[in-house]
Each structure stands twice: as C-alpha cells, then as structure tokens.
Antibody, heavy 122, light 110 residues
C-alpha cells in the first residue's frame, strides 16, 4: 500500500522553529518529486514547497521563502520541512504529497498523507 | 504570486454537466500544460482527478474531463452524481519550480 505519514506538528510560539517529517512507503521514494501543501481549516489549499527526486529542483511559495527549507533523505524514504521564524499565518494543516511523475515534476499530486497540524500562537 | 481564480460555487442537477473554470495568466496556466484538478471531501485529503490538463489517473471516472484554452483551464463533470458534491481545486505550474492552487469551487449537486 502506498502511504505517506506526516509527523512533527504541534503548538509553537511565533518566531520559533518546527521540523515536519513525512515517512513514505509502498513506492520507490527516490524516483519521485515530493511536495508540501498546507490548508487553513475551512480554507483553500496552498502549495508550500517542492523538491525533485534528486534535489536538483527546489521551489518555495513566496510566503515561506527564506524561512522554510525542504529536504529529503532517500535512504530513509523521508521528506522534511524545516520551518523557521514561524508566524501566526503559518497555522495550518500541512500535507505531504507525492508527484505522480517519475523524474520531472508535473504537479499531479497522486498520493497525500493525512496531514499534521501546526499552530503558531503565543 | 497570486492564487488562480476559481468561482466559489457551482451547481447542477443529477445527470447534468457542470464546468468549473480556473483562470490564471501567461505565467502559469497559459504558459504550461501542467494543470491539475483535485477533489476534496470535508475532513479528507485532496484526491487527484486530472493532471497535465486532461489526463485522468487510473480509477477516476471518465465523467471527469479537463481542458485548457489560453490562460483558463476547465474541469467538466458530466452525468453529475450525488457523490460528486465536493470542493474542487485547480493547480498549475508557475515557473521557477513554483506551483499555484486556485481558491477552490464548492460543487453542489441539487
């Protein structure tokens, strides 16, 4: 079974850091690009960051650029999101998602985790 | 980097067809054939319905189809069924390894 399981969310004060993890199983992790997408409860989806299978292509939404860092460890089938200088507006459910294309990302996210909640508040 | 524009709501009766639009610019929807559509039920993770403008993943009914004209992409649901009622989001590549989502459209089956 293809599975993505996020962890690492929680309550954090503004300005502090948090690191999200996503454990992948059931597919050849290092063949695919991966993404982080967030959603404020009751609101729409926002793409946060993406990374190609070989780390050659990394992108960030303007809203998080310079504060968030995406990375992956293909030996551990894991995706990460280091979130620094957190703001209240970063409060959301964070999803890890797999790109459906081997190699070059095409943005069709065909496997999603259930998400991990990040709350930034004093 | 603005979100893609979708109508907040759409509706149709069972058996009818409904089309949801997703408007961007030459820098995203109009510049690439990398538009996807997602269906999201309340409390659930999104589900991929269409990728690369008009490609349907395995298991998605052929009642769902996608198209693009200029900087506007469209999702058409034919033969509406009650189970199609959900929130629908479009997404597009926006260059420089960035992706955008639309604001979402609530589809109601009357």
């Amino acid at each position: 079974e293809v599975l993505l399981v996020e962890s690492g969310g929680g309550l954090v004060q503004p300005g502090r850091s948090l690191r999200l993890s996503c454990a992948a199983s059931g597919f050849v992790f290092d063949d695919y690009a991966m993404h982080w997408v967030r959603q404020i409860p009751g609101k729409g989806l926002e793409w946060v960051s993406g990374i190609s299978w070989n780390n050659d292509n990394i992108g960030y939404a303007d809203s998080v650029k310079g504060r968030f860092t995406i990375s992956r460890d293909n030996t551990k089938n894991s995706l990460y999101l280091q979130m620094d200088s957190l703001r209240p507006e970063d409060t959301a459910l964070y999803y890890c998602a797999k790109d459906e294309s081997r190699g070059v990302p095409v943005g069709g996210l065909d496997v999603w985790g259930q998400g991990t909640t990040v709350t930034v508040s004093s | 980097q603005s979100a893609l524009s979708q109508p907040p709501s759409a509706s149709g009766s069972p058996g009818q067809s409904v089309t949801i639009s997703c408007t961007g610019s030459i820098n995203d929807v109009g510049g690439y054939r990398l538009v996807s559509w997602y269906q999201q039920d309340p409390g659930k993770a999104p589900k991929l319905m269409i990728h690369e403008v008009n490609k349907r993943p395995s298991g998605v009914p052929d009642r769902f189809s996608g198209s693009k004209s200029g900087s506007t992409a469209s999702l058409t649901v034919s033969g509406l069924q009650a189970e199609d009622e959900a929130e629908y989001y479009c997404s597009s590549y926006a260059g420089n390894n960035k992706w955008l989502f639309g604001g979402g459209t609530k589809l109601t089956v009357l």
